[in-house]
C-alpha cells in the first residue's frame, strides 16, 4: 500500500549550469516564514509541511526505524544556504525564536521538510520541493510503473468440521493455500474501469544509438545469409551516421548536438536519413554506455 494519491514532478529550468545558493533560496526554503511577516505562509507551513514529532518519545511514528528517525530528523541548524563542494544543498534552517506545534508538540525548522511557500499556500497541501543534485532521478517518475502492483499474501484456511481431530491436516495443502493477491482501492479500480490512461509521455523521447564505426546493430530473419547482411550498405545506416551526413547537408545541423537534433529534425525510418522538422521536436536521449565500453564510452562523451 503506498498512501495518499500522488504525483512526482522534475522542472528543468531554461538554464545553463547549475543553480546558485540565491537562487535555491528564491524557490525552495526548509523554514518557517515570520508569522508577524507572511501569517498565510506561515499556517501553510505549519499545516502540511511539519516532519514528525518524532525521535525519542515518539516511537511510533512511521519514520522511526531502530529508534531514530529514517529521514535524519531533526535536521542541523544552519544559517545560511551554501551548495556543498559534492553539488549537494544545506538549506537555510535558522535556530530562531519561530516555532509552531505539530500535535500538540513545540517544533522549529528543525522539523520543516523543503518546500516552496507559494505552492504550499496556492494548493493546502503537503508539497516536498528539493534541488535535483544527482543524475538519474529523473528515473524516480517512472518508479511506480515497474514496481508492480500493490500485493498482499493471503493465507486461507479451511473450516475443521466439528468431530475432526484439532491436528488434523489431511488435504490441505499448505502451499496452494496461500494467494498471493492483488490490491485494488476503489479509486484505482474507477481510473482503470473508465480507461483514464495510466501512462503518459509528451514530447516523446527519441534514443539515439551510440556506436564506433560499423559497430551498429543490425535486425535480420534467421534464415537471412549472415554474409549479405554484412555487406548490405543499407545496415550500415543509422541514426548516429546519417547525424553525420545531415551535417554535411544541412548548414543548420551544426548548431546542434545530437541529443539536440531530435528537437529540430526528424528521423524518417523509411529512407534512414534526418530532415527538417514541422510541429513539435522531440527529445533525444543518447543510449547509455558504460565506462567498461572504452572507446564507445568516450564517444558518447564527445556526443
Ligand atoms: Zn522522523
Known sequence: KRGLPHVHIILWLKKTGALTADEVDKFISAQLPDPSVDPIGFDAVSAFMIHGPCGEGH????????????????KEYCEKTTILQ???VRYARPKNRISTKKNGVAVDNAF?????VDLCVKYQAHINVERVSRDGMEKYLFKYFTKGFDCSKVG?????????SSTCTKGVNEIQDYLECRCIAPNDAAWRLLQF??????????????????GNSV?????????????????QITKLTAWFEANKTYPEAVCYTYAEFPEHFTWHADGKYWDYRRGTGNVGRLANVGPNQGDSYYLRMLL
Open 197 to 214: 490512461e495510466i501512462h503518459h509521455t509528451n514530447p516523446s523521447v527519441e534514443r539515439l544509438p551510440v556506436h564506433l564505426p560499423l
Open 59 to 74: 516511537p511510533s511514528c512511521a519514520c522511526m526505524v531502530n529508534g531514530e528517525c529514517s529521514k535524519n530528523y531533526p
Open 219 to 235: 535486425v535480420y530473419n534467421e534464415d537471412d545469409s549472415l554474409e549479405q547482411v554484412l555487406q548490405n550498405p543499407w545496415n
Open 112 to 116: 520543516v521538510v523543503l518546500h516552496n
Open 86 to 88: 559534492n553539488g549537494h
Open 156 to 164: 486461507l484456511q479451511r473450516k475443521r468440521a466439528s468431530g475432526e
